[in-house]
């Protein structure tokens, strides 16, 4: 599973806002939540389905093939959500004999024949409805609802809309569509016999055996599963797509896409089969399964999910090549999905409270891949994003890696078991030297493939290998909570010609970790490799010729730490040039933020960060410019000229055309009606933003160009007053994920925050469904990053209220427009009781 996670700027705007105080959960008290007690184990689940697309319901037989775990007996017990059940009965080689059985409570209770024995195998076969929007357990921040199968468009109304059938079944919601043990403790072999409108393709986990026309246009699809995967990674898909072939090996690995995108599919999912050949070799063990297939679906309650050969990614994944020509911005979460394969479908978490062995190395994965494809500056990039988001969100930081405390199952699924987890295995990965970390992670496979596991396993394949204790390491990371808090200071002795550096903890619990320490002497730095004992001051002495010109503490950047510094733009600029790893570069640069435009140093430190050879750090320096200024103009104007037309990322040209738009020089217009016919996306839209500024006059004739589909933060905060202002309703949609959160920006940037409220209020007075759900679903994803506080809550609800009297005054003014804006309504609504 990839969770949708809020930008750092929104994040920022939310906690820095006057209205924000982190609520201390961690005093009540808890539910301890064991792994569930096996009673009976699952062999094999046979399942014959239709879809009755007007009520929104799938009528379902089903053959259940199972034992006694351990101890005998006498009565099968399964989850079974706000389903009909017609008919329970044993099945002896195709002879039914009724069965008595009790259903309530969602629980499904089936007396057998007699008392089986451990081993002693039985087939019940069950004849239900399942009634998706009936189900009552809710969704979360992460998965925003839980009913399990879910009907898109299923009669067709919405013209914008394709019709189409997925399900979603982590964390427990398999059950909402097929009677079943819904615990990730489970696994079982499949099949699945799918009758659909023969217009419609099909997929599901395994392979397709058969595939058999009916009678009144209908077609039944015979989908085989051979080897047992967790009952929530069961899936179904239909709808109208078009299939694109790929391989890998003798693998087929197919991509299923809308017809739109049907051109785009190689450019989207392309780096597939790469990415199998990598994972396959690094983790040295072959991908397992018999196929990959890669689906997306519309109205998606989450990012992506890993269902066995069959992952299903939102439609957030479906991008057009002036976004792909930027940044295939889903590729971290196609290979993320991937590695799930291994970590959490061949193994997988024996409970919710274990989830870190499932997502924190699907996190990695995505860490692994950027290693390997684009090397080690973009891969700690990536990673310096997420525990950045994990570091910037202050609710987290009392929350144990592995707990088992939780009021929600779905609560799992947060910054700490991803980004965090993440982060954890790097430093583990530093800690045990490549070749011990990758075999570790093979033993563990091979020690439970197609099994269940828990943190201690991770654990004890990680010592099986190294022959290393890592009892410090797990209690510390994984059974606690929190991070190191960390300043220091150091002091010269000349008699001694020593550097004395002393490390300070100041969070409650220190921890005890490596260190890169570099001193730097005559302007280079030494490499100084510490430990830190789990105390409150450690101190280090290093020979030095002098005092030093600058002390950088992790400066590998491979501790997942807090760290408060102050350091002259003389030594930023010193650290900057002499840094191999991207980490310190970066925070370099963003540390002299606040000296741009006041001393010299500080340009000098752009200049070379726009020479840097990783795109990101000149994109964040041409973010940092300001042209308005003469010094800088005269100091950078040619080479920021110079990336703008030439530099080879797209990125960094519209950056860099960003950053000559504020110079308001009309002289750069040729430049910038170049970009305006670029296919780059970032190219064209700060193309466009620049002419506005140059020429306010050519607004009217440039607004229709305009494109914001997939646009990053910066664009939609640059061009939001632009289609604000002159109503370019083409791009409503595309602004909501900037506007949902007008009341917290307003904190940060007042005038921002008060074109985006004007925005807001635009949408909510405009009869736009996509728009409307479009600020409805973000909040929702946005929820559980909120932290738990009553005033962020009011705010939101507020919000959405002053909206929802919007659209009831419009729908008070145009009753013939019932029909789009009713499902507008019911949207608000629903986020409406989210937020209560």
Known sequence: MKKIILSIAILGAIFSSNVYAQTETSGREKVYRATHTKVTELKHTKLKVNFDYTKEQMNGEEWITASPYFYPTNELILDAKSMLIHEVALDVNGKRTPLKYDYKNDILTINLDKTYIKSQDYTVYIKYTSRPNEVKQAGSAAINDAKGLYFINAQGKDPDKPTQIWTQGETESSSAWFPTIDKPNQKTTQEIYMTVPDKYVTLSNGLLKESKKETNGMRTDHWVMDKRHATYLFFMGVGEYAVVRDKWKNIAVDYYIEKEYEPYAKQIYGNTPEMLEFFSKKLGYDYPWSKYAQISGRDYVSGAMENTTATLHGSDILQKPGQLIDENTWEDTIAHELFHHWFGDLVTAESWSNLTVNESFANYSEYLWNEHKYGKDQADYHQMKDVNNYIHNPTDFKKNLVRFGYDSREDVFDLVTYQKGGGILHMLRNYLGDDAFFAGMTSYLKSHEYNSAEAHDVRLAFEKVSGKDLNWFFNQWYFGSGNPKLNYKYTYEPVKKQVTVTINQSQDQPFEFPLAIDIYDNGKPKRQQVWVNATANNTFTFDASKTPDLVNINADGVLLAEITETKT????????????????????????????????????????????????????????????????????????????????????????????????????????????????????????????????????????????????????????????????????????????????????????????????????????????????????????????????????????????????DLLKQNPGKASSINPQIDAINKAIENFK
């Open 569 to 808: 733009p003389e030594q930023l600029l010193m650290q900057f040039t002499n840094s191999k790893e991207l980490k310190s570069r970066y925070n370099a640069l963003l540390a002299i933020k606040e000296q741009v435009g006041k001393t010299p140093i500080a340009t000098k430190l752009l200049a070379a960060a726009l020479k840097d050879p990783y795109f990101r750090v000149r994109q964040k320096a041409l973010e940092l410019v300001d042209l308005s200024n003469a010094e800088q103009l005269k100091a950078l104007g040619a080479d920021i000229e110079k990336l703008a037309n030439n530099d080879p990322k797209t990125l960094v040209q519209g950056a860099a055309i960003a950053a000559l738009g504020k110079t308001k020089d009309k002289k750069y217009i040729p430049t910038y009606e170049k970009g305006v016919s670029a296919v780059s996306n970032s190219v064209k839209g700060n193309s466009l933003a620049a002419i506005v500024a140059a020429d306010p006059t050519k607004v009217n004739a440039l607004a229709d160009k305009i494109d914001l589909e997939g646009a990053s933060e910066d664009m939609l905060t640059q061009l939001l007053p632009i289609v604000v202002k002159n109503k370019v309703s083409s791009q409503m949609a595309n602004i909501s994920s900037l506007v949902a959160f007008y009341p917290f920006i307003k904190f940060q940037n007042p005038e921002l925050g008060k074109v985006a409220e004007e925005g807001y209020n635009w949408i909510m007075n405009s009869d736009n469904l996509k728009a409307t759900e479009s600020i409805t679903k973000i909040l929702g994803q946005a929820k559980g990053q909120m932290g738990d506080n009553p005033q962020v809550k009011m705010m939101i609800s507020q919000m959405l209220k002053s909206g929802l009297t919007q659209k009831m």
